[in-house]
């Protein structure tokens, strides 16, 4: 089955620059979403198509792809962003089965 | 505004079902599938499968096949996940999620612009 991976976490201090990865064999096939969710939160859309920011979106989340990885980049990380994260996909094949990464703790120190 | 309520908490005894739904509010709730997305405790988002709410035609992760049933009414715009024969490993908060199809040059990408707050369903003996 397709699996996206992502590291467990990572961690930055304020203001500094986060980046998440997730690889995926499809991912030059397919499009990448991001989702941003903190505890006790349902998931909310931060990227979409690889690297498009949703209205509302602080414009220090950003994206980026390159063959099977794609990256979700926080620029100016501030203590609200500390969250989990996580990429989501779909497989190649047309059926529209969905994916999602492991996901992704982000600690802001 | 777009709205997505799902049903209250629930307690259910290992081998039972649980039925959990979704109700649709500010938009044509014919013109969006609907996904359903679990998530077991301090664990990560898993996808259960999708319906189409226009044709009722579903498509589900192949780990649920034979246990999931999706379905909608669409007189009432609330879409329905029913999960049958619970385990304890089936303890998670359950989402909708709306999907946002991104189709571009005949490929089609799913992907969840509105969740709704979630039902805690948890199996217990």
């Known amino acids: 089955s397709y699996e996206l991976t992502q590291p467990p976490s990572v961690s930055v201090s304020p203001g500094q620059t986060a980046r998440i990865t997730c690889s995926g064999d499809a991912l030059p096939k397919q499009y990448a979403y991001w989702y941003q969710q903190k505890p006790g939160q349902a998931p909310v859309l931060v990227i979409y198509k690889d690297s498009e920011r949703p209205s509302g979106i602080p414009e220090r989340f950003s994206g980026s792809s390159s063959g099977t990885t794609v990256t979700l980049t926080i620029s100016g990380v501030q203590a609200e962003d500390e969250a989990d994260y996580y990429c989501q996909s779909a497989d190649s094949s047309g059926t529209l089965y969905v994916v999602f990464g492991g996901g992704t703790k982000l600690t802001v120190l | 505004q777009v709205q997505l309520v799902q049903s209250g908490a629930e307690v259910k005894k290992p081998g039972a079902s649980v039925k959990v739904s979704c109700k649709a509010s500010g938009y044509t709730f014919t013109g969006y599938y609907m996904h359903w997305v679990r998530q077991a405790p301090g664990q990560g988002l898993e996808w259960m499968g999708w319906?189409?709410?226009?044709?009722?035609?579903?498509n589900y992760a192949q780990k649920f096949q034979g246990r999931v049933t999706m379905t909608r009414d669409t007189s009432i715009s609330t879409a329905y996940m029913e999960l049958s024969r619970l385990r304890s490993d089936d303890t998670a908060v359950y989402y909708c999620?709306?999907?946002?199809?991104?189709?571009?040059?005949?490929?089609?990408?799913?992907?969840?612009?509105?969740w709704g707050q979630g039902t805690l369903v948890t199996v217990s003996s």
């Open positions: 319906i189409n709410p226009n044709s009722g035609g579903t």
């Open positions: 999620a709306r999907d946002r199809l991104d189709c571009t040059n005949g490929v089609c990408s799913p992907h969840f612009d509105y």
